[in-house]
């Protein structure tokens, strides 16, 4: 964090130097006449401008990195302002305006653990009027299973954001099990802060990845390959680039042979949080909901009350997290306060006898067991990368 704000700050400098040499050049412009008295000085004025321009070029461009054209600036920004819906994709007349994103800050007792009570259910409460234009309509209102916001379809056409197949998704599944995240919850990449936004746009850019482009296998090899090297200056073992396919295969789970870019967006998103923020921190993240939902999937493991559950039931917990109902499987019979998705094979619908699969109780040969602090910590990380709508598996877990 350190290196990256004081790079910001040298940035800024160098900026402002730049500001005062365009000051200085149009005051020559505007009086000839000083020009020779100046000529001293046109040796250090020309040393001045040398190290803006590397400063410039070191700070925001990068070594020997070609100058990018407009269309790819315009990608840049959007991605370190946080929106996801690209303004060439729809025309703006009669729309609203997308909301300015505020990315969050780091605040200094995050690191400490949050008190998460396993006993002291939380009252899950939505918002009553919409969150776009504040209006109430009762059952029109469409929730966020992962917050508390609500919208109007037509608000979130409007905004941009429902578009093709996505107006049909939210109608069909917002009040049903699986659920519909909004766009603040779907796009993981709101989590980062700024300079966690820029560390990640600094890696994108040193691995040439464009933004807005899909990925294929090999690309997607290869840009890991790219990461493991800046970071341990040594190639990537062969059991990592396994895994690494594996999680590609998780990321195309339509067998396209290419990844979506906000999905590659949100999988390096959770993949940046997990290595600099520790678990305590990610705890705070999650919400009545999701809080909830775990409590729920914990108490279903816990078949003996006893606080405790076997480490291959939370293994278990974490693998099913990501399992998707089918359409033809939904149901509408759910309150407009659900606390989120239960998959098919998660311990909450296994109870109603609907899962195919079972997952076994911990036998006596286990001898590691997780307590519920323990549990949240294990899977926060599977839990925040189960937020976006897609189908695409963010987080594969580990076998």
């Known amino acids: 964090m350190g290196v990256l704000m004081s790079r910001r700050q040298t940035v800024e400098r160098v900026q402002k130097v730049s500001l005062a040499v365009s000051a200085f050049k149009d005051g020559l412009r505007e009086q000839p006449s000083t020009r020779r008295r100046a000529e001293a000085g046109t040796a250090r004025q ?36 946080g929106r996801g819906v690209e303004p060439e994709e729809f025309d703006r007349a009669n729309r609203f305006t997308p909301p300015a994103f505020i990315r969050p800050k780091r605040e200094l007792h995050d690191d400490e653990p949050p008190d998460i009570s396993l006993e002291q259910r939380e009252q899950i409460l939505n918002d ?62 709101l989590l980062l802060t700024e300079e966690e936004m820029y560390s990640l746009m600094e890696t994108l850019k040193n691995c040439k990845i464009i933004p807005g482009v899909c990925l294929t296998l090999d690309d997607f090899l290869h840009y890991k390959h790219q990461v493991h090297k800046q970071q341990f200056e040594r190639t990537m073992p062969e059991a990592q680039e396994e895994q690494a396919a594996l999680q590609f295969n998780a990321l195309d789970p339509d067998k396209k042979g290419h990844i979506e870019w906000q999905d590659f967006l949100s999988h390096e998103s959770i993949q940046l949080l997990q290595k600099i923020r520790p678990q305590n921190a990610l ?61 098919e094979g998660s311990p909450a619908s296994s109870r109603n006898g609907k899962s195919p699969e079972k997952i076994l109780p911990a036998t006596k040969q286990e001898e590691t067991s997780i307590d519920w602090p323990g549990f949240l910590r294990e899977n926060v990380a599977y839990i925040l990368a189960a937020r976006p709508n897609s189908a695409a598996q963010h987080l594969q877990p580990l076998a």
């Not at 590397?54 to 302002?81: F, I, Y």
């Not at 059952?139 to 379809?153: A, G, M």
């Open 283 to 343: 705890l705070r993240l999650l919400t009545p909901k999701e809080r909830e939902r775990a409590r729920t999937a914990f108490l279903a493991l816990d078949q003996d009350n006893d606080g405790f559950i076997g480490e291959a039931e939370c293994r278990q917990a974490r693998h099913s997290w990501f399992r998707k109902h089918q359409k033809e499987m939904l149901s509408c019979n759910v309150s407009i306060s659900h606390v989120g998705p239960i998959s």
């Open 46 to 81: 020309g040393t001045l401008e040398q190290e803006v321009q590397e400063g410039e070029e070191e700070a925001v461009a990068g070594p020997s990195q070609p100058e990018e054209s407009s269309a790819a600036k315009a990608a840049w920004e959007r991605l370190r302002d």
């Open 128 to 189: 009553e009027m919409c969150e776009i234009c504040e209006v109430w309509t009762a059952e029109s209102l469409f929730p966020c299973r992962i917050c508390h916001r609500v919208y109007h379809d037509g608000c979130l056409r409007r905004m941009g954001y429902l578009q093709k197949d996505s107006a049909v998704e939210v109608t069909e599944t917002a009040h049903t099990e699986t659920g519909w995240s909004c766009y603040y919850c779907d796009n993981l990449n």
